[in-house]
């Protein structure tokens, strides 16, 4: 059983370009939410999707905008890059109001921005 | 707001030693409390859980017991291994409208054999 995965693994990008990040969600789990990790910090939540809506989203700008598909994989999208956008970007998934269980993480997307 | 703090390392025991990782949080209501692993150039993996006050979760050795009158999740180990080096994260899922997992900033454990 696949547990969620995110490509690519890697990417540079320089500032002022645009990013699409991808998440494939643990099979059976309906509920996707992004993190960044800057390095040698704890994750900071972006924001989660359920049903292809935006259901909660943390402190971070409009630049960060997000899409979940019909079959619950989701996309993090990235405008108008910035050095400090450089981070480790983390997926996780669960089932609908199963959060209090935890969630499955991926193995994330290292952006670096240059 | 919900927070998570933990105490700061970098944390280097020897092999076979006593490990104890001290978490505090601060939350409304009842929250579930987590233990995540990152090995190097690794996402997280869910270590351990707890869900409601006196739970003790458990796995791989390690042990944490929530204590709702000192607001602690403190992870320990009886006996490290040179495997067992990696970040821990202390995490709390409040529910009741919030969906987010709050972390702490994270431990860095170095076992040396």
């Known amino acids: 059983d696949a547990g969620v995965t995110q490509s690519p693994t890697h990417l540079i990008k320089t500032r002022g370009q645009q990013v699409t990040l991808r998440c494939s969600p643990k099979?059976?789990?309906?509920?996707v939410s992004w993190y960044q990790q800057a390095l040698g910090q704890g994750p900071q939540f972006i924001f989660q999707?359920?049903?292809?809506?935006?259901?909660q989203r943390g402190n971070f700008p409009d630049r960060f905008s997000g899409h979940q598909f019909p079959n619950y994989s989701s996309e993090l999208n990235v405008n108008a890059l910035l050095l400090g956008d450089s981070a480790l970007y983390l997926c996780?998934?669960?089932?609908?109001?199963?959060?209090?269980?935890?969630?499955?993480f991926g193995s994330g997307t290292r952006l670096t921005v240059v | 707001g919900n927070s998570v703090t933990q105490m700061e390392g970098p944390v280097t025991l020897s092999e076979e030693a006593f490990l104890t990782i001290n978490c505090t949080y601060t939350?409304?209501?009842?929250?579930?409390l987590f233990w995540y692993v990152q090995y190097p150039g690794e996402g997280l993996q869910l270590l351990l859980k707890a869900t409601k006050a006196d739970d003790k979760g458990s796995n791989k050795g390690f042990e944490a017991t929530y204590r709702k009158e000192t607001t602690s999740f403190h992870l320990e180990k009886g006996s490290v291994q040179v495997s067992d080096s990696a970040v821990y994260f202390c995490?709390?899922?409040?529910?009741?409208?919030?969906?987010?997992?709050?972390f702490g900033k994270g431990t860095k454990l170095s076992v040396i054999p």
């Open positions: 939350a409304t209501g009842y929250p579930s």
């Open positions: 996780a998934s669960s089932p609908i109001d199963r959060g209090s269980y935890g969630y499955t």
């Open positions: 099979s059976g789990h309906d509920t």
């Open positions: 995490a709390l899922y409040s529910g009741a409208g919030s969906y987010q997992l709050t």
């Open positions: 999707y359920y049903e292809e809506e935006e259901r």
